[in-house]
T-cell receptor, first 114, second 121 residues
Framework: AQTVTQSQPEMSVQEAETVTLSCTYDTSESDYYLFWYKQPPSRQMILVIRQEAYKQQNATENRFSVNFQKAAKSFSLKISDSQLGDAAMYFCAYQSYNTDKLIFGTGTRLQVFP | GAVVSQHPSWVICKSGTSVKIECRSLDFQATTMFWYRQFPKQSLMLMATSNEGSKATYEQGVEKDKFLINHASLTLSTLTVTSAHPEDSSFYIC?????????????????FGPGTRLTVL
């Protein structure tokens, strides 16, 4: 069975600085998808970024980028130029190629200080 | 695009009553929707997969008779918590799956509703 691990329960960053959130996963599959979702205090889950395992190129979405290391089974999220609105819980998630179910990590709470 | 709504956003009910939560995809059709449960300061736990026109698939340990799921149209799935008890109090979140392909690859992605906070007294 696949598992997703987020080893940082909490992280903090100064406004305008850069922060990296870690995620590792375990799978025997060769084809899959990885996601980062953001859950602000409103508790609305928001898709941040999506990565296909077969693509070598790291996904980017504006200030958000990932460092996908398939051999190491690592999928970290980098937030550049952090903003106060980035404060939220961030969940890493795994999806097998053959199923649309998501397996979530335990989350990392990000605080952004002015 | 890919907006999902849930109703109600919060509900308080008495023990023993049933509560229905609606999940709608507003700007796309969703053959598949998912229902999750989230306890305070915890991650999302998948309860079931809802498929339009067929029976839902429940995860291990989830009581089918307690959490009734109906996916009657391509834009609406409902979760009914039957004979609710205080231990059913939780935050329930649905998601709807957008489907498609690009370059021969799946682009399936889940988009989430805003959640429903259920409190059973």
């Amino acid at each position: 069975a696949q598992t997703v691990t987020q080893s940082q329960p909490e992280m903090s960053v100064q406004e305008a600085e850069t922060v990296t959130l870690s995620c590792t996963y375990d799978t025997s599959e060769s084809d899959y998808y990885l996601f980062w979702y953001k859950q602000p205090p409103s508790r609305q889950m928001i898709l941040v970024i999506r990565q296909e395992a077969y693509k070598q190129q790291n996904a980017t979405e504006n200030r958000f980028s990932v460092n996908f290391q398939k051999a190491a089974k690592s999928f970290s999220l980098k937030i550049s130029d952090s903003q106060l609105g980035d404060a939220a819980m961030y969940f890493c998630a795994y999806q097998s190629y053959n199923t649309d179910k998501l397996i979530f990590g335990t989350g990392t709470r990000l605080q952004v200080f002015p | 695009g890919a907006v999902v709504s849930q109703h109600p956003s919060w509900v308080i009910c008495k023990s023993g009553t049933s509560v229905k939560i609606e999940c709608r995809s507003l700007d796309f059709q969703a053959t598949t929707m998912f229902w999750y449960r989230q306890f305070p300061k915890q991650s999302l736990m998948l309860m079931a997969t809802s498929n339009e026109g067929s029976k839902a698939t429940y995860e291990q340990g989830v009581e089918k008779d307690k959490f009734l799921i109906n996916h009657a149209s391509l834009t609406l799935s409902t979760l009914t918590v039957t004979s609710a008890h205080p231990e059913d109090s939780s935050f329930y979140i649905c998601s709807a799956l957008t489907t498609g392909t690009s370059g021969g690859r799946s682009t399936d992605t889940q988009y989430f509703g805003p959640g429903t906070r259920l409190t059973v007294l």
